[in-house]
């Protein structure tokens, strides 16, 4: 569970990322001058919330609408640009640290790695008969960036350290304090969008945009430590160990930035005091207590080769990819990894990625852009037993959901709440595209809504917990509900569709030729709001509550207009059965019911989920990073194991750090995912995706190795998590399960599926009795609290 490498990283996807899910860094790890590049979850452009909406939006539907429902689509693309808003603002870096060191001469021993399993990354070299070490690490318990220097020799260690920032900036000196402080700019525009002043700052006294503040302090054994504007300057210790931490004017989604950075210093120096008081082992030893019990909760094994693990880790992807198992693995522990580093109760939740940004106009603003991308970074959540890092998301909804309500009035004149394409960490709602710059076929798309509150529901179907279900979960996903009831409309032949309709980024071709995005009811759309309401019917159910609002939506989901299948055999993208503007896009909007959703399986609709999967036949195996992790899904819910494992092969190929590609990703160096450039989602995609292969449970019960490749004869996995708040485990030999084990968090019938035969069921030394059906199904009854070992033929 290492990444390693012989050399310090030259650029920025050679990098490593360490995070604790506020304060993020990216550690290079030269011997003669390391580099950590930082962020702070908060830090973003913009003064604060603003007036997104758009009044015109309401008579522009109207007549959006008549073009639409008379085939008049690329005037419908045209006029709906006038129902956009203002582009979001942008995550932004806050700074960089620098040590420069004294020691010179010729490095030799080289080695930089990451720990997965203490999240700990090391650098280790010799100058002469001296050992030198660095331990970096983000804590936490202690919300620091702890750097733990040292050499094997007394007085070798000296070295300058520095702060500085791409943002407007000054540093002071203080006793042992050296402090960064600075101010983002009051608005940026996206990186796509060519303007003559794309960055604005204001006077730095006067400006109502985000303050930071970062405070760098020392601990030394040994030798002296001198402090001035310049840095901090160490000469002849033996030991150091450099604590920083960080801190925005941030005050919430709702509220304009700090207006001075008072508060901000308080908080930091608040932090500096009480690290300063405990040793090195103190605050490493609450690190690995807070976060080791997150990591060890799940243990995968697809078999692997000693000889592979000791390549470097760039090397190994180049060498074998997919065809080293223990690569697997790694990526596959690497994403849950950088979901505990990234999103953490009481912090923003992971963006398009993670933590890590390294520049002022980042990939895409570097938000939350919620058609596909912030959905995927939780997709293993709950899977993979990290519920607790599902929260960010969870309470960022609700923030998007007290917005959301104006921009379904004033936009639409509608009841509840909505969100589009793109989000900010001032919970933007409106569809952005500085009123017409935007393309409809992104930026018109009022479904996000619905896509989040699968997330909502999900926490729910993997806890059971029914006070989360009806003080947070339904809340939520009633509103949205509300409003998709006022979203949909009937077509004139009894049924309800939703215009203006996209498939998000993909465009389609008329009989004419001619391409336009907006259209009625795309399959999406009818998707994602059968997910929507039939949880919602669910929970209403569950809780015995609004019966009369559960009618409405039953009988809605009765009326929505059916999916349809093409000429060619697949399930089609829009509502006519029209060409692709690309038969290879990326996305694979309208397979949205196989996976992530449930309402496409094989029992419940055998012809649609054929035409789907024939649609995915279409679409090819290529793709950009996260659109490969997908696909690996996808074919994992077609039960296709070794077709899964072709895409993971797509992915784990090496990609060089060289710009956009909207066709080809993989990985890079740093196993970073590669849109390219740098997007998390798909490492978070690839992680939720092997475990689909081991594991799934979203029709009616648990099934055991659905997909499981001929490449993986042999293996086990511990921890994984399926809804009904079942715990599962499990061993396989020569492709056949062995014995699993399942706890049951909330009692209540299991129902589970395997291939092979049965023998017995077990729990606290006692048969349990279970009911066989066919194709390897039993049910069994369980009790909460209990373990249940399951023995297989």
């Known amino acids: ?159 300058s350290a520095s702060l500085d920032s791409l943002h407007p900036c000054r540093t002071s000196a203080a006793a042992d304090r050296l402090t960064l402080r600075g101010v983002c700019p009051e608005h940026v525009d996206p990186n796509y969008y060519a303007t003559d002043h794309p960055v604005v700052y204001g006077e730095p006294e006067s400006t109502e945009a985000m303050r930071f503040e970062g405070r760098l302090s020392v601990q030394a054994e040994n030798g002296t430590v001198r402090i001035d504007q310049d840095g901090l300057h160490v000469r002849g210790a033996h030991v150091v160990t450099l604590l920083f931490t960080a801190a925005t004017g941030f005050q919430g989604f709702d509220r304009p930035p700090a207006a001075s950075v008072e508060s901000i210093a308080a908080v930091n120096e608040a932090r500096i005091q009480a690290s300063m008081a405990k040793t090195y082992e103190q605050l490493k030893q609450a690190h690995l207590q807070d976060y080791k019990p997150l990591f060890e909760r799940v243990e995968l094994h697809l078999g692997h080769s000693e000889a592979k693990e000791l390549l470097p880790t760039d090397a190994r992807i180049a060498q074998d990819g997919a065809k080293d198992p223990g690569l697997v693995e790694l990526l596959f522990q690497y994403g849950r990894y950088l979901m505990i580093a990234s999103s953490r109760p009481g912090t923003q939740p992971a963006n398009l990625q993670g933590i890590w940004n390294r520049e002022v106009r980042p990939p895409w603003s570097s938000n939350w852009t919620m058609n596909i991308n912030a959905q995927m970074n939780y997709w293993p959540a709950e899977t993979c037993q990290l519920s607790e890092c599902h929260e960010p998301l969870i309470d960022y909804i609700h923030n998007l959901a007290v917005n959301g309500r104006k921009t379904a009035e004033i936009n639409y004149g509608c009841r509840g709440w909505t969100a589009h394409h793109n989000g900010d960490i001032w919970c933007q709602t409106a569809p952005v595209g500085d009123y017409g710059h935007g393309d409809p076929v992104w930026a018109m798309w009022p479904m996000s809504a619905a896509w989040l509150c699968q997330h909502a529901w999900e926490r729910y179907a993997f806890s059971k917990d029914e006070r989360y279900l009806r003080e947070r979960a339904y809340p939520v996903m009633k509103e949205a509900a509300l409003f998709y009831l006022d979203w949909l409309h009937p077509d004139g032949d009894g049924r309800l569709i939703t215009s203006p309709s996209t498939s998000p980024e993909h465009k389609f071709v008329m009989a004419s030729g001619q391409k336009a995005a907006v259209s009625a009811a795309s399959t999406m ?250 194709d390897g199904e039993v049910t069994f009854e369980t009790k909460a609290g209990q373990t249940y070992q399951l023995r297989y033929r």
């Open 525 to 774: 759309d009818l998707s994602l709001i059968w997910e929507l309401f039939t949880s919602c019917v669910e929970a209403a159910d569950i809780l015995e509550e609004d019966v009369p609002l559960r009618a409405e939506l039953a009988s809605a989901l009765e009326r929505l207009k059916p999916l349809q299948i093409g000429k060619r055999g697949q399930l089609q993208e829009w509502s006519e059965d029209w060409d692709d503007e690309d038969v290879h896009h990326r996305h694979v909007s309208h397979l949205f019911g196989v996976f992530p959703g449930r309402q496409l399986t094989k029992k419940a609709a055998p012809q649609l989920f054929e035409a789907a999967r024939q649609s995915l036949e279409q679409r090819g195996d290529g793709g950009t990073g996260w659109s490969l992790a997908w696909k690996i899904g996808l074919w994992a819910r077609f039960q296709d194991g070794n077709r899964a494992l072709r895409l993971i092969s797509n992915l784990l190929q090496l990609v060089e750090d060289d710009g956009t590609n909207y066709h080809r990703g993989g990985v890079y160096a740093n196993l970073f995912d590669a849109h390219p450039p740098f997007q998390i989602d798909g490492n978070f995609g690839f992680t939720a995706g092997v475990a689909e292969m081991l594991l799934q449970s979203h029709a009616d019960g648990i099934s055991l190795l659905p997909a499981l490749p001929d490449a993986w004869p042999s293996g086990s996995v511990r921890g994984l998590r399926a809804r009904g708040a079942f715990g599962v485990s499990l061993t396989w030999e020569h492709q056949r399960v062995q014995a699993a084990e399942v706890d049951s968090r909330a009692g209540g019938s299991c129902r589970v599926r395997a291939a092979e035969t049965l023998l017995s069921i077990e729990s606290e030394g006692r048969s349990v009795p279970f009911e066989s059906a066919e």
């Open 1 to 159: 569970m290492q990444l390693r490498y012989p050399r310090y990283a030259r650029n920025w996807t050679e990098a490593l990322p360490i995070g604790n899910g506020r304060l993020g860094a990216m550690v290079f790890g030269d011997p003669q001058a390391e580099h950590l590049q930082l962020n702070e979850d908060t830090l973003w452009s913009g003064t604060g919330p603003r007036d997104w909406n758009n009044p015109q939006a309401k008579s522009a539907l109207t007549e959006v609408r008549r073009l639409i429902a008379e085939g008049r689509y690329e005037e419908a693309d045209l006029k709906s640009k006038e129902m956009l808003g203002p582009y979001n603002q942008s995550y932004m870096p806050l700074g960089d640290l620098r040590l420069k060191f004294r020691h010179g001469g010729v490095v030799k021993d080289y080695e930089r790695s990451l720990d997965l399993k203490e999240a700990v990354a090391r650098v280790r070299y010799r100058i002469g008969n001296v050992a030198y070490t660095r331990e970096m690490f983000a804590s936490f318990p202690d919300q620091l960036i702890v750097i733990r220097l040292e050499a094997s020799a007394p007085g070798a260690l000296s070295f």
